[in-house]
């Protein structure tokens, strides 16, 4: 009996720490457990798991006349792979299609080959004709996600925002992507996302431009580092202009400067002109965009048109002009008014979080792709921070931004105040920021109270 306690203790002891060591370093725990066991049943499984699967194709006349003369009968042959590489998340292996064969059969059958290996998932990915990569997922990598770390930011404009469900970064390039529609609605994680965003950028040469008109509630911490702040329609119309004439300005600078010299080069935005002379590039960020639409009057009407317009105007022209549009909202739907749609058709990035109507994952990922919108409406309310995010060329994707507070985001505001640009045409947009007040003196101890013994 002392012999079996001595191995069933240890052997025990094994198993819990696995099990914790699974639910709170599920990295550790793939690279010790995870990928021997799924590298071994791939290994021994491949050719089965293919063949079950249909993504064989018949044996080469060759093989079959081989195999004739051995007696035997010629197997179907699965593609050609790799050997199972290791990734953070889980692993890769590249695959050789054969003659016949197309990336949408192993797409299709993703999921039984997930079962099969007993993966998490299993992701499909064309790297050029005729070759496939296969990735293997681990484990849910969107149940807990830390922020990217830092030599993930490759360049200017360029940051890594939210973890993709297959292992990879969600990197929101500005000069790729331009400009980007974000829908979410209540608690979604859609102001979780901004705020990485925000911090991002506030940590580069780049002038931030808030409109927030909602009296600027969801805005107004990161005021020291923004370069002008819009809180209400009226100065939301002054601002938009102000940033049409930066905008013709910039457009003016690029005829003047560009092909100037010998030396020159011919140039069509402001990436291409110098770097002495190359204004810097400025990011708009419109939150709640329905409440630009809401017209009560006549008035209102006109207003909204308007901003609209401009909205419209820096969205087909900024990206020459380094102006960038960042638009959020709650939801965005054609009943808004006159030129949502149009505007919608500039906005070519699309993150869409947990919305509360099937309209607005339409009116976000319907055009990219309509599978894309059904995986929207299917976010559950208890993951927070989980979203959709398309571009125009159709793929799609779910991610998780890490969560971040908005104490720590204005804290990062705060420190990089002196990273501001000058910008005279928005100087009068800058919004006030209140000094810290200084710590009051310490209350004198208060004098004891006697009270009255009781029994």
Known sequence: ????????VPALLVVAALAAVRRRLPVLFWWLVGYPVVTLRVLTSYRATMDACGLTVPASAVRRATA???????????????????TGSGLVMRLRMAPGQAPEDFTAS??????????????????????????????????DVRPARRWLRTGPLSLPLALREDGHWHVRDFRT????????????????YLRNLLCGLARQPVALVGIDCKWGVELTPFAPRLSALADTPDRTNDLLDALVEEMEARFRLIGVTGGVGPDAVLTSDVWGLPEEVRPVPVVVVVDEVAELFLAASKDDEKRRDAMVTKLIRLAQLGRAAGIYLEVCGQRFGA????????????????????????????????????EAALAATSIPAERPGVAVVGDSSGGWSRIRSPHLTLDDAAAVCRDTSDLVPELPRLDSFRPAVAEKPA????AAPAAPTAHPVTE
């Open 1 to 8: 009996m002392t012999d079996v306690l001595w191995v069933l």
């Open 68 to 86: 004739r003369m051995m007696g035997r009968q010629a197997a179907p042959v699965p593609p050609r792979r790799s050997l199972p590489l290791p």
């Open 110 to 143: 993703a999921d039984r080959l997930r079962h099969a290996w007993g993966a998490h998932a299993v992701h499909v990915r064309l790297t050029k004709p005729g070759r496939l990569e296969l990735r293997l997922v681990g484990w849910d990598v969107l149940a």
């Open 177 to 192: 992507v331009p400009h980007e529609l974000i829908l979410g609605a209540t608690q979604s994680g859609k102001s979780v």
């Open 335 to 370: 009943e808004l008014g006159k030129g949502a749609t149009m505007l919608r058709a500039q906005l070519t990035g699309r993150v869409c979080h947990r919305v509360n109507d099937e309209t607005s994952a339409n009116m976000a990922l319907g055009d990219i792709a309509p």
């Open 439 to 442: 710590e009051p003196f310490p």
